[in-house]
């Protein structure tokens, strides 16, 4: 298979936890990247590999996998959270790159 | 610290060539994946495609026959053509690095941390 899937959109409560999920058969072998995207902005990496964090990522988002799943977790989510997440990996044949649709985080 | 800077033309008109440059400033061209990807409005990321470190390129396939992705190490430029665009390949376009590894697990993962800031092209008549 070569998609992605995600949920176009989820909401949490301020200082709550949300998780953010990708499915697709690519990422029983390969760890989902994450990305978050402001209006307007360039997207940003915030998750990679088996659970990475770029240096100014907080660490209330953390990355896990299980099966063809990848989540996304943000434990206390701030107002600043507010964002499209999306998931990304190469696919089965590794050539090709894949994007899930994104995901747009409200916060409450 | 890396920096992609973009340009080129940002308006055209159907059946014409995008042509678009990213300079890489601060790095090297060495041992990366340099990708171009685009976001149409309100619409999201479409990865067009990529060239690596020893010059090979994989394109998306449905655009693979419109699209040319090259480098010039000289410059440390990357470029994207786009040939016949139509009002479809409006889009945000953005250049961006990338880095593929293997982890302890066998498992591989690819991720690109480095972008450029984007060029808004519009096509229309």
């Known amino acids: 298979s070569s998609e992605l899937t995600q949920d176009p959109a989820v909401s949490v409560a301020l200082g709550q936890t949300v998780r953010i999920t990708c499915q697709g058969d690519s990422l029983r072998g390969y760890y989902a990247t994450w990305y978050q995207q402001k209006p307007g902005q360039a997207p940003v990496l915030v998750v990679f590999g088996e659970n990475n964090r770029p240096s100014g990522t907080p660490d209330r988002f953390s990355g896990s996998t299980s099966g063809n799943t990848a989540s996304l977790t943000i434990t206390g989510a701030q107002a600043e959270d507010e964002a499209a997440y999306y998931c990304?990996?190469?696919?089965?044949?590794?050539?090709?790159?894949?994007f899930g649709g994104g995901t747009k985080l409200t916060v409450l | 610290q890396v920096q992609l800077q973009q340009w080129g033309a940002g308006l055209l008109k159907p059946s014409e060539t995008l042509s678009l440059t990213c300079a890489v400033h601060g790095g090297s061209f060495s041992g990366y994946y340099w990708s171009w990807i685009r976001q149409p409005p309100g619409k999201g990321l479409e990865w067009i495609g990529e060239i690596n470190h020893s010059g090979s390129t994989n394109y998306n396939p449905p655009l693979k026959s419109r699209v040319t992705i090259s480098v010039d190490t000289s410059k440390n430029q990357l470029s994207l053509k786009l040939s016949s665009v139509t009002a479809a390949d409006t889009a945000v376009y953005y250049c961006?690095?990338?880095?593929?590894?293997?982890?302890?697990?066998?498992?591989?993962?690819?991720?690109?941390?480095?972008w450029g800031t984007g060029t808004t092209v519009t096509v229309s008549s």
């Open positions: 961006a690095r990338g880095s593929l590894q293997l982890s302890i697990l066998q498992y591989y993962y690819y991720y690109m941390d480095v």
């Open positions: 990304s990996s190469r696919d089965n044949s590794g050539k090709l790159l894949l």
